[in-house]
């Protein structure tokens, strides 16, 4: 067990055509060396994990991997391909496919064996090695690095070779370019290491020092101050938020997606260069919970190559998650004084005049004036993290400033939208404008903020506050005036946006459509935030019912899952269902979809209504029909838990294709799932 990888978790002759058949298959090798416990529970590990980002690599290489709980010693098998398997990588298909397994705590001693898989895969006398490989036993040495020992003279005719180009730097007398890189992916074990030996290695050619800090997620070592001090650029190749991140300010900045790092190392050290000889100086802060593109093809540092409607939706997002925790605390509180003294509180007098300690009535207007004045910050606060996300911090005053015109000019919600936009272009804007050294020091305290707020306040008032508010008032209308086939097709269109992404860019659209309506709550729009929530409860709640009534159709971890999900489900947290999504993505999505749309359909039919943006079956005294309500939320769940039971049984039922007996009844876990 001591050894990583043997011959018997080798596989030459690997004969899967996807990737869940060939992780399947390599993993059925670690579960037969009782490296791994669980088999299924181990491949929806897997497969979450390929769900963040596509685990292919430009030159035929594919590293599934993951840490997980059914892992009990850190676990390399390797299997060759001769027909190919996509792994999503950019240049085609995989020929060598290693699955990686670590246990969920793994230290840094198994972090440092596998990274150094992940550098030697940079590599191409490795990689043809491997290609070139008879004997299983062999091919495990090599990956074990255990070189054979009659190879010397490769070795005395490869090693030399850099040594010429750093002698001749030397003698030159110049002094190289010098770079900076993070680098770091969501689990730390893979990506992270081939990213910086890739840096590495294009460094090299290039005759640029380049400085590697990884970010894995067993800890980093950081960067010496010295050695960053003295670079004349950074790059960022990450796909989580680099930590400590304002050491490197000052510098000329790429930032891009772990993968770019791995595939385009070239070109990132290009590009710095470039910045460098222009100049330009990245403002790097440390309030930025932005991530990596994933697919590494988005520079975040001008965004100049990621597709308007991408970079649009992050902004937004950005906006939403600043806004949601406003939204919760006040809108629960002003649910709950609801709760303990009617709807007429609203209308109580101010308690900092008027309060009795011994009076509930006093009491519930006091939440209702506590959780008033949090909602009274939801569009500045939308209008004011979308223009941060756009520009960062220079943003701030702009975006917040244009948000609270909205709320005067009586534009609501989609004013603090365009509101936000405004003051992003305006700061981009303006921070394009080239100026004097003197002058940038306080270019994003006082300069930017000064103008970019006194032009956003001119267009908010002037322009653009009227028309928005005009449509904002047409929305309420068409809101309050919906009923019938009309009111039922809205609550099926938000039911399927709530269930499809589950918390993801759709859901939150959904959702901050819903909640935007309570700043001004009219009859049509609590109708909205009822029909939302109910949907986005069903499909944890599906999920939790098919664990229940057939166990057999889940893994071990999904019912474990699923007895989670009941109270997830309960508490109107969708994500409580991503786990049976990532394992089985075009089997659950579309059940969950299904249920979502009936249940938003009849929420609208019974003209349900709600004032609180969460809370689930607990605010269930302040939904109008509650009754009803309920019955929608129950009518969803079971057709949703109906049709993944139906197609999860009809993959059991289906044949193997190879011929072998049916997966149903076999028990034999090396018989493949029809996908």
Request: include cysteine; hydrophobic fraction near 50%; proline fraction near 6%.
């Amino acid at each position: 067990m001591s050894e990583l990888i043997t011959a018997e978790l080798v596989d030459l002759d690997l004969s899967a055509a996807t990737k869940d058949a060939a992780a399947r298959s390599l993993a059925e090798r670690m579960v037969a060396a009782h490296r791994v416990t669980d088999l299924d529970g181990f491949l929806a590990d897997v497969a979450a994990r390929e769900a963040q980002m596509p685990t292919g690599l430009d030159g035929g290489i594919g590293i599934p991997h993951c840490r997980s709980e059914h892992v009990n010693a850190p676990t390399l098998a390797f299997g060759r391909s001769a027909a190919g398997i996509d792994f999503g990588a950019a240049d085609g298909p995989a020929d060598l496919v290693f699955l990686i397994a670590a246990p969920a705590g793994a230290d840094d001693d198994h972090l440092t064996i596998l990274s150094g898989l992940a550098r030697r895969l940079m590599d191409p006398e490795f990689t043809t090695a491997l290609r070139a490989g008879r004997d299983p036993a062999a091919v495990a040495a090599l990956i074990r690095g255990e070189e054979p020992a009659d190879e010397p003279a490769a070795e005395e005719g490869t090693a030399p070779e850099p040594e010429p180009e750093a002698e001749t730097a030397e003698a030159a007398g110049s002094v190289p370019f010098r770079i900076v890189a993070v680098t770091s992916c969501p689990t730390g074990i893979a990506h992270t290491y081939m990213a910086a030996e890739s840096l590495a290695a294009a460094g090299r050619a290039e005759g640029v020092e380049v400085t590697v800090e990884t970010q894995g997620s067993g800890g980093f070592k950081k960067l010496d101050p010295a050695v960053i001090a003295a670079a004349d650029a950074v790059i960022w190749a990450h796909d989580v938020e680099v930590r400590e991140r304002t050491r490197f300010r000052g510098k000329p900045l790429v930032d891009v997606g772990v993968k770019a790092g791995i595939n385009r190392p070239a070109e990132l050290i290009a590009e710095a260069r470039r910045k460098a000889e222009r100049g330009e100086i990245a403002a790097v802060s440390e309030a930025d919970g932005g991530k990596g593109s994933g697919d590494g093809d988005a520079d975040r540092s001008g965004a100049d190559h990621a597709h308007f409607g991408v970079r649009l939706r992050t902004y937004l997002m950005s906006g939403v998650s600043y806004m949601v925790p406003f939204v919760a605390a006040g809108g629960l509180l002003i649910a709950l004084s609801f709760a303990i003294g009617g709807y007429e509180t609203a209308s109580a007098k101010s308690v900092a005049d008027h309060f009795v300690w011994g009076e509930a009535d006093s009491w519930a207007a006091l939440l209702n004036q506590i959780g008033s004045a949090a909602f009274a910050f939801l569009v500045p606060v939308l209008a004011g993290y979308i223009a941060y996300g756009m520009a960062d911090r220079p943003a701030l005053v702009p975006g917040f400033v244009g948000g609270s015109i909205a709320l005067t000019v009586n534009a609501g919600f989609l004013g603090g939208l365009v509101a936000g936009l405004l003051a992003g272009a305006v700061v981009m804007a303006i921070q394009r404008v080239p100026v004097h050294a003197t002058l940038r020091g306080i270019m994003p305290v006082l300069v930017i903020p000064l103008i970019a707020s006194a032009v956003v306040g001119f267009l908010m008032f002037i322009v653009v506050g009227k028309p928005i508010a005009s449509l904002q008032n047409a929305l309420t209308d068409w809101l309050n005036g919906l009923s019938g086939s009309n009111a039922v097709i809205l609550g099926v269109v938000l039911g399927l946006m709530m269930c499809f992404d589950m918390g993801g860019p759709l859901n939150k659209v959904a959702y901050a459509f819903a909640v935007g309506g309570l700043a001004d709550p009219t009859d049509g729009s609590l109708k909205v935030m009822a029909a939302v929530m109910a949907a986005g409860m069903v499909p944890p709640l599906a999920m939790a019912l098919a664990t229940t009534v057939r166990k057999k159709l889940f893994t071990k971890t999904e019912r474990e899952n699923g007895r989670a999900a009941w109270v997830l489900g309960a508490s109107f947290i969708t994500e409580g269902a991503i786990p049976f999504a990532a394992a089985d993505p075009l089997r659950v999505i579309p059940s969950v979809m299904a249920g979502g749309a009936v249940t938003g359909a009849l929420s609208m039919a019974f003209g349900a209504t709600l004032r609180a943006p969460h809370g689930g079956v607990f605010v269930v005294p302040l939904i109008g029909e509650p009754f009803l309500y309920l019955l929608a939320i129950a009518a969803g769940t079971l057709v949703a838990t109906a049709l993944v039971v139906l197609l999860k049984g009809a993959r059991r039922a289906a044949p193997d294709p190879a011929g072998a007996a049916g997966a149903s009844g076999s028990g034999d876990p090396r018989v493949p799932v029809v996908a």
